[in-house]
């Protein structure tokens, strides 16, 4: 069968003949009747009795058949009636009007046409003609069965049967064919969709829901067709049809194919929604609910589509993309939403475009593949400090006097922009975020650390010691950032950057014993005496770490910065105290003088950098007067100096140094005896020591 030739509206009523007409007049009569408007029986009883005018008794239909002594009935035409009250029924506002009083004024006369004449008129959609011919050979076939007129022949009864039925189906598949197709032409037909809408209304007269018990086959005859129910059908069919003909790319071609697929998706389902509301709707009476019918099966054919596309292996962005989809777009004025569809299109009685299950699964999905991008996009960052930064060796911006990196920003932008999209689709999906990204950014941490470790041991580099401030200055920022922007528990987080930071001052620390060791070993040698070494050779490699610790951020720089000050002091003393060749007066007064010198330019370096350990500058003076001094009891002064400005310091330090003044054992002891005094109090707390920190050498016998 064409399902695709379309009905002539000039077709839908059949020629009128002279018992026609005799008839039209006895309904117009019948329909005039104040009587008529006073009947309170059923709907379906008023439309038989009204309506089916050629259905008669089985006794008369005897007699009949008795006089005429033939099978078929000639001249006599099946004539379709509505009572007033099923046009009151069937009344459609906005153009539909017309309609009824179509139905009222020109009854569809039955002819008693071969089944290849019904076929032909229902392969031309001349449906409403179609439908009266194949009532009249039903109801004959009824009134045959009845007068028993295939009791010796039961197989032509089921032959008539089975034409009947196969004729009805015919009509069926082409109801299905003018619904699915009502939104794949530009423009709606009207009189296609009202005569549907007749030819249900008259199926549903003429097949009331009744129970029909016969002989064989007779379970075909006078059964309803459902016909209301197929047009139900045939939506949800050209809404499926409808979704799945959007356009979608292939992802190998595009990486956004799915974000362009819903875009056509919603473009294009709302045009037909809005064609429904405009040019649909008004085919159809109030009662059919068109508009409600359309968004229910579009809704289900998303829902079902929206599923499948569930089931593929969909990326980070692409589950993203369909879950902000639904959650934000579907209902939105984007979309089901849009005002041009208001009132029609109504989105409160909705079912759940996905279920529960199917919804729960995509954001563990997108939970668990997120991950993998997180990961990756803290990957990306340290890979940037690396080529963009140390390899390069550029030295880091300061801020406020504070050496900066981009990295705890470029965290946190990372983690508040996946919190934000999270949060766009549910605050439960943002707070998995959440933990996502802090259990990542655990892991990363110490990644970090390793990397810069590795590379600070490979090289010798300049901005090593900036960059070391910046970071221990930016984990900070860092902390502090997630506390005041995220609200987080950070305790996990603070063990971490404290290890963090240890390792980092102790890589700091190690760096600088090395630039400066090979200089505190100098002290004493032949050319420190002579001066040929400068005097800030010391000062200057130190500098070179100690300068960058007025970027860092307090305390933690000022703490720093008076372990490097106590560290060079401690250093330099216990190599002075170190045992040597003995020194005649001027080679003493040589070395009282450098080390004055130095100290003094090692103190104000640190002191101008901001160091406050000023309780230190004493100890090498005092030490370098000692040696340089030639009366004893000065000696006996600076060393009473000693006791009171270091408490922690031991006899075996004083003998060291008297040692270094050329003194023999007898006179160490009797001038230490002479100028020591014991401390009245010293609690040993940590910044105030100095020589208990420092080992004593063992002074040998040729001293």
Not at 302 to 324: G, W
Not at 371 to 398: A, H
Not at 435 to 453: Q, S, T
């Amino acid at each position: 069968m064409n399902r695709s030739m379309e009905l002539d509206p000039r077709n839908v009523t059949s020629e009128p003949t002279n018992s026609a007409e005799k008839e039209k007049r006895e309904v117009a009569s019948e329909l005039s009747s104040p009587s008529l408007h006073s009947m309170d029986s059923g709907f379906f009883e008023r439309g038989i009795k009204t309506m089916l005018s050629i259905r008669k008794s089985k006794r008369s239909l005897n007699k009949e058949k008795e006089k005429e002594g033939t099978g078929t009935w000639k001249g006599k035409r099946l004539s379709l009636r509505f009572s007033k009250s099923y046009e009151k029924e069937t009344t459609i506002c906005n153009g539909v009007q017309e309609v009824s009083e179509k139905i009222q004024a020109e009854p569809i006369q039955g002819k008693p046409l071969s089944v290849m004449e019904i076929n032909e008129l229902i392969q031309k959609r001349q449906l409403l003609e179609a439908f009266a011919s194949i009532k009249y050979l039903e109801d004959e076939t009824i009134t045959e069965r009845d007068a028993e007129k295939y009791k010796d022949n039961p197989q032509e009864f089921v032959r008539k049967s089975k034409d009947v039925d196969l004729l009805y189906n015919s009509i069926t598949n082409v109801i299905q064919a003018i619904v699915v197709g009502t939104l794949e032409h530009p423009t709606v037909e009207d009189t296609m969709l009202t005569s549907l809408v007749t030819l249900i209304a008259y199926e549903e007269a003429a097949h009331p829901n009744t129970g029909n018990a016969g002989g064989p086959g007779s379970d075909l005859l006078g059964m309803p067709r459902k016909w209301k129910e197929v047009w139900r059908e045939a939506i949800n069919e050209s809404a499926r049809k409808r979704v799945l003909r959007v356009p979608m790319a292939l992802k190998e071609e595009d990486s956004s194919w799915l974000n362009l697929h819903l875009g056509f998706l919603q473009k294009h389902l709302s045009e037909d929604l809005l064609k429904v509301k405009l040019s649909v709707k008004k085919c159809y009476p109030e009662e059919y609910q068109v508009c409600d019918m359309y968004v229910e099966a579009f809704h289900k054919a998303i829902a079902s589509h929206l599923q499948d596309l569930s089931q593929r292996p969909l990326e980070f962005n692409e589950i993203y993309t369909l879950l902000n989809w639904v959650a934000n777009t579907y209902c939105s004025e984007l979309f089901l939403g849009n005002p041009d569809l208001k009132p029609e299109v109504k989105t409160e009685n909705l079912s759940l475009l996905l279920t529960p299950a199917v919804w729960d699964k995509l954001k563990n999905d997108y939970i668990t593949s997120a991950k993998g991008k997180i990961k990756s996009y803290f990957g990306n960052i340290l890979r940037l400090e690396v080529t963009e930064k140390w390899e390069k060796e550029v030295y880091p911006e300061v801020k406020e006097n504070l050496y900066q990196s981009s990295l705890s920003l470029d965290i946190q932008t990372i983690i508040g922009e996946h919190m934000k999209i999270s949060r766009e689709i549910s605050r439960s999906l943002e707070t998995k975020m959440l933990e996502l990204c802090l259990a990542e950014l655990r892991e990363f941490i110490p990644r970090f650390e390793e990397e810069f470790v590795a590379w600070s041991t490979a090289r010798d580099s300049p901005i090593f010691a900036p960059y070391f401030v910046a970071y221990i200055n930016n984990f900070h920022d860092l902390l502090s950032g997630l506390e005041a922007t995220f609200q987080v528990n950070t305790d996990e987080l603070q063990k971490i950057l404290a290890a963090l930071t240890r390792n980092f001052t102790s890589i700091f620390l190690n760096e600088l014993r090395k630039k400066a060791q090979p200089l505190l070993k100098k002290i004493l040698t032949k050319d420190w005496i002579l001066s040929i070494e400068r005097p800030d050779s010391l000062a200057s490699a130190v500098s070179q770490f100690s300068e960058h610790l007025q970027h860092m951020r307090e305390p933690l720089g000022q703490e720093l910065l008076r372990d490097v000050h106590k560290y060079v002091v401690r250093e330099y003393i216990m190599l002075v105290i170190k045992p040597r060749w003995k020194m005649n007066r001027e080679t003493r007064q040589r070395v009282s003088n450098r080390m004055n010198q130095e100290a003094r330019i090692i103190h104000n370096m640190l002191i101008d950098q901001g160091s406050d350990a000023d309780w230190l500058v004493p100890a090498i003076h005092h030490i370098a007067n000692i040696i340089g001094e030639k009366k004893k009891d000065k000696i006996k002064e600076y060393i009473k100096d000693l006791c009171q400005d270091y408490p922690d310091i031991r006899k075996e330090h004083f003998m060291a140094i008297l040692a270094l003044r050329g003194l023999g054992r007898t006179r160490r002891v009797a001038i230490f005896r002479q100028g020591y005094r014991v401390p009245e109090s010293h609690d040993g707390g940590e910044g105030s020591t100095l020589f208990s920190e420092i080992d004593v050498p063992v002074i040998t016998s040729c001293f």
